[in-house]
């Protein structure tokens, strides 16, 4: 079974802090993909890491993926209340199924 | 922009009816997905279906749940006799290419209340 572990699993921060989100897994994944889930709806496609060591940015958020792609973090810088909700990690192998991390929920306090 | 849509939005049934959740994947994508999320847990992969048969199913996914794209373009999930732990949201996703350089699309879910 792949598994797919993130950290922290709740975090609570002020506006302005920066923050990291961490994926973990003994699993080698084609790629990863980070989503963002709001309440009652499904998660939304934030970005996709395939290259090991790669590195993507939009706009605050930094997406990183390790050198070995088993891994991955989430950095957002200044957050800001409009980035509460909760962060999925999700790596990719095989007929393109996707194993879902447990997801880390994100609370920014003005 | 094109999007996956889901109906029902919610349902409500009794322990032992028969469901059919219904999806409508973007045209042009060729792998479709059905996906649970039960409250406050992880999403967790049920069924992937490409070229009109089933690629891959979970553990979860047992005889009581069947798939199928009867019209080419809807995508039901199927649940025979529900139970009270079927009760989850369920999300069904579609893509256009298998492996790391296809985006996954979530419709907005059906949420399966079981009485």
């Known amino acids: 079974t792949q598994l797919l572990e993130q950290s922290p699993q709740f975090l609570s921060i002020q506006e302005g802090e920066n923050l990291t989100v961490y994926c973990n897994s003994s699993?080698?994944?084609?790629?990863l993909q980070w989503y963002r889930q709001e309440p009652g709806e499904g998660p939304v496609l934030l970005v996709t890491?395939?290259?090991?060591?790669e590195v993507k940015k939009l706009k605050r958020l930094t997406f990183q993926f390790g050198d070995a792609r088993k891994d991955s973090s989430l950095h957002i810088t200044a957050a800001q209340p409009g980035d509460t909700g909760l962060y999925l990690c999700?790596?990719?192998?095989?007929?393109?199924?996707?194993?879902f991390g447990d997801g880390t929920t994100l609370t920014v306090k003005p | 922009e094109p999007e996956v849509t889901q109906t029902p939005s919610h349902q409500v049934t009794q322990m032992g009816q028969e469901v059919i959740l219904r999806c409508v994947p973007i045209?042009?994508?060729?792998?479709f997905y059905w996906y649970r999320q039960i409250l406050g847990q992880k999403v967790e992969f049920l069924v992937s279906?490409?070229?009109?048969?089933?690629?891959?199913k979970s553990e979860i996914f047992d005889d009581q749940f069947s798939v199928e794209r009867p019209d080419g373009s809807n995508f039901t999930l199927k649940i025979r006799s529900t139970k009270l732990e079927d009760s989850a949201m369920y999300f069904c996703?579609?893509?256009?290419?298998?492996?790391?350089?296809?985006?996954?699309?979530f419709g907005e879910g059906s949420r399966l209340t079981v009485l």
């Open positions: 279906f490409y070229n009109n048969e089933i690629s891959e």
């Open positions: 890491v395939v290259t090991g060591g």
């Open positions: 996703a579609s893509r256009t290419l298998a492996g790391y350089t296809g985006e996954l699309f």
């Open positions: 699993s080698v994944f084609s790629s």
């Open positions: 999700a790596g990719v192998k095989g007929a393109g199924k996707s194993t």
């Open positions: 045209s042009n994508h060729l792998y």
